[in-house]
């Protein structure tokens, strides 16, 4: 489903990403994990086509197609998601309204028609009550004086309504307390499927313990320096990231 | 100030004077020539004076603007007013000026409440309105309000007794007609102890050029809760001149939500008083294109300890627009305890756009909360990319945050068909195309 090769990113003159190589396969969760500054973030907003970045050398395949060239929004149409570690507060746009014109512009995208009315409020209300969220959230502006909670909740009810095919989970654990957290997993959960890929970017082991991955990733200094399986987290948690650090 | 224009309107005073109201109340004469000498010694304010220092009104003294004549009710286009009229509300319509009994809607008024057109008021309340005339602002202030002393033709006197509640809105309907027209008012609006209204302020005229000048002093009485607002939708070749001036007693909620769309030059003061303890919130939304200057003045004075204020002005500027905000908060060495914050908001579209603005804090006393905070600029390129990410495209999410940021404001709104009204000339003045109602 993505094949990243040899990819370099800076930002202006400073190289952050310095060769990475990552096959993610349909029906697969990959952790990355990471120290702070080691790219993590960047390689999340690189794939989801944030601003401000530039790819100096290799390539992101994405079902066949050249990601890198695609915009933000192309890339969302055709089932990239990105679950921001800081989701941004929209005051004045209702949050069922964007909803709705996620949902529409993916079909759209598709060659389908616009959703019908009733059967789209029938949808939403179930996926919020999945993600024991309040009804009256739709109906408030997106994340606006939204708790940390609430906000990453509200995160997971955009993916689990534009059912996208690779979900990239920008440090979706930080500022959830223990019962946010399991809220959040029981959602991405509920979400996987022989057909959908996710990319779990995580500085610590605990948001692994609700949601297992397949493969385990080290990024330290712009690369991949370690990967292995769901053991390598609690080495991780056990050891820091130093010892890798240093290798 | 040219002396010139100054004998140009104070020349023609003596020929006015005789048809304006309270001509056999010796104290209101006495007020009146008082301010007649401020301001033919001072004139309209001058971009000299600090507190009009971005704004230049020396059109309206070439213009000379003259009162006009008030057409029989029959002569006024109803379908028009009715555009702009509450519903589900009393309402009161001053034409050019004058107070329309006809036009205006108070049928079911509690009867302990007066709504009364100020010259009647005048010759029927005259003491109360001895008291209160130019208690909350100074004919000093500046040449408007000598002007509006001197010149007032007619108004609006609100009086809603302690303990009452006005449980619609009311609707105080300002209408110009006439071309070159001067339409001067003063309207008091007085809420008692513990007494609750909403009160709208509409401004709107005919396409033309005219003079709207209104005063309006506002007593909120302890523990009462009074919600103004303003809706300035005047004509784009009007000049309009609005000042709500407050006085808040202890504990008094005053809440005001300014909406200035319309005028070629519109300049809005308002300005309030707290006492102990006592709760201010001041919200605008400017919204300027072609060459549209609006210029919003405001001023909190805390005087006493533990009141609180909340700021929130935005302003939207397109084409060769200008917006002006000067804010200003004001802490006595007595309001320890102050709970204040201001905020203003720019967002300019085109390169020939401008914003002007000032926050000003002056702080006198040393156990305080304030803040205060300004940005002119674009969009925040966050959310352009978040809504990106969520399958919009980039033209549209930037109309969308555009828009988004104007309707903050309106939002704000609490009477729902006022919300419906001002969200309607919002939707048709707003310069980006794309806009959806849908997105709300």
């Not at chain 1, 570690?85 to 616009?114: D, F």
């Not at chain 2, 509300?89 to 079911?108: I, Q, T």
């Not at chain 2, 004001?330 to 201001?342: C, L, N, R």
Request: charged fraction near 25%; charge should be negative; include cysteine.
């Amino acid at each position: 489903m993505l094949s990243i090769e040899n990819l370099h990113v800076s930002v202006g003159d400073k190289p952050i990403l310095k060769g990475i190589n990552l096959e993610i396969k349909a029906g697969e969760i990959h952790a990355i994990m990471g120290p702070n500054g080691s790219g993590k973030s960047t390689l999340s907003h690189v794939l989801s086509g944030k601003s401000g970045y530039t790819v100096t050398e290799g390539s992101v395949t994405y079902q066949g197609m050249d990601l890198i060239e695609m915009a933000p929004e192309i890339r969302a149409r055709e089932g990239v998601f990105l679950a921001f570690q800081y989701p941004v507060e929209i005051p004045g746009v209702s949050n069922i309204y964007l909803l709705k014109a996620a949902l529409n512009a993916i079909r759209k995208h598709h060659g389908q028609s616009e959703v019908d009315a009733m059967d789209f409020l029938t949808l939403v209300k179930n996926k919020v009550k999945l993600l024991e969220m309040d009804e009256k959230f739709l109906y408030r502006a997106v994340n606006e004086g939204f708790s940390g909670g609430e906000k990453k909740r509200n995160e997971i009810l955009q993916m689990a309504i534009m059912e996208p095919k690779l979900c990239i989970l920008d440090e979706t654990d930080s500022g959830l307390d223990i019962d946010a957290l399991k809220i959040v997993a029981d959602g991405v959960n509920s979400l996987r499927s022989p057909e959908r890929a996710f990319v779990m970017v995580t500085h610590y082991q605990r948001l692994l313990d609700y949601i297992k991955p397949d493969v385990v990733h080290v990024l330290a200094h712009g690369r991949i320096v370690k990967s292995g399986g769901p053991e390598l987290a609690l080495e991780l948690e056990e050891k820091g990231y130093g010892w890798l650090e240093a290798a | 100030m040219s002396a010139l224009t100054q004998s140009r309107y104070s020349a023609e005073y003596d020929a006015i004077a005789p048809q304006l109201p309270g001509r056999d109340l010796p104290w209101l004469m006495k007020r009146r020539s008082e301010a007649l000498a401020l301001f033919a010694a001072g004139g309209f304010p001058s971009p000299r004076e600090e507190e009009w220092r971005y704004t230049n009104v020396s059109a309206i003294e070439k213009k000379l603007f003259k009162p006009a004549l008030v057409p029989a009710s029959g002569q006024i286009d109803k379908q028009w007013l009715d555009t702009c009229r509450l519903h589900d509300a009393w309402s009161v319509v001053l034409l050019n000026g004058r107070f329309s009994a006809e036009l205006s809607k108070l049928d079911g008024l509690p009867e302990a409440v007066s709504v009364l057109g100020f010259a009647e008021a005048l010759a029927k309340q005259p003491e109360l309105i001895e008291n209160y005339l130019g208690k909350a602002v100074k004919d000093s202030e500046h040449g408007f309000v000598a002007f509006n002393t001197a010149w007032f033709s007619d108004g609006v006197f609100v009086h809603v007794p302690a303990k009452h509640l006005l449980a619609k809105p009311l609707q105080l309907l300002h209408v110009v007609t006439e071309a070159d027209a001067l339409a001067t008012t003063r309207n008091l609006i007085i809420t008692e102890t513990m007494a609750q209204a909403e009160i709208v302020e509409t401004f709107i005229g005919a396409d033309c050029a005219y003079l709207s000048a209104a005063v309006t002093e506002v007593f909120v009485g302890a523990n009462a809760d009074l919600t103004l607002y303003k809706l300035q939708v005047e004509s784009e070749k009007a000049y309009h001149f609005g000042g709500a001036y407050v006085l808040q007693d202890r504990d008094a909620r005053f809440a005001h939500h300014n909406f200035a769309f319309g005028g070629l030059l519109a300049r809005s003061d308002i300005h309030a008083d707290l006492d102990h303890a006592s709760e201010c919130i001041l919200n605008g939304l400017y919204i300027g294109s072609k060459r549209q200057h609006i210029d919003n003045h405001t001023r909190i004075v805390h005087q006493k300890p533990y009141a609180t204020s909340r700021e929130l002005y935005k302003g939207v500027l397109d084409d060769r627009a200008r917006g002006v905000f000067q804010g200003r908060v004001i802490v006595a060495e007595d309001a320890q305890k102050t709970d204040s914050e201001m905020n203003n908001r720019n967002l300019l579209l085109s390169t020939d756009a401008e914003a002007d603005t000032k926050p000003q804090l002056e702080i006198y006393a040393d156990d305080v909360k304030c803040g205060h905070g300004v940005t002119v600029g674009q969009l925040d390129e966050k959310s352009v990319f978040y809504l990106q990410s969520r399958c919009v495209d980039e033209e549209t999410a930037r109309n969308m945050l555009t828009f988004a940021f104007a309707n903050e404001m309106v939002d704000k709104i609490k009477i729902r068909e006022l919300h419906d009204l001002v969200l309607g000339e919002l939707l048709q003045r707003f310069p980006q195309q794309g806009v959806e109602k849908a997105w709300l």
